[in-house]
Nanobody, 118 residues
Framework: QVQLVESGGGLVQAGRSLRLSCTAS????????VGWYRQAPGKQRELVAT???????IYADSVKGRFTLSRDNAKNTVYLQMSSLKPEDTAVYYC????????????WGQGTQVTVSS
């Protein structure tokens, strides 16, 4: 079974930056997809951004221009660089991965809390 380990969450003031990391126990190939989701209290989980092993990215409108995804395939790691943070970015952030070669449809990390104070 693939394990996803998240790190980097914390408490920051609005306007500051934070970088989240997601490290997988399996190699991320070009066609594999890693995504970041978030869930705020009382709200449904939403997609923040996705990146393929080849580097193609998609961002939600709410974070476009502020958040940036990158990856280091050699380290099996995906990074979410969050800048110009807003209080509405406060949520638990989850890493999700889909591997083309595995039967399991997807894997999830445990989540990391991001709190942005005004």
């Amino acid at each position: 079974q693939v394990q996803l380990v998240e790190s980097g969450g914390g408490l920051v003031q609005a306007g500051r930056s934070l970088r989240l990391s997601c490290t997988a126990s399996a190699t991320i190939f070009g066609s594999d997809v890693v995504g970041w989701y978030r869930q705020a209290p009382g709200k449904q989980r939403e997609l923040v951004a996705t990146i393929t092993g080849g580097g193609s990215t998609i961002y939600a409108d709410s974070v476009k221009g502020r958040f940036t995804l990158s990856r280091d395939n050699a380290k099996n790691t995906v990074y979410l660089q969050m800048s110009s943070l807003k209080p509405e970015d406060t949520a638990v952030y989850y890493c999700n991965a889909k591997f083309r070669r595995f039967i399991a449809p997807e894997y999830w990390g445990q989540g990391t809390q991001v709190t942005v104070s005004s």
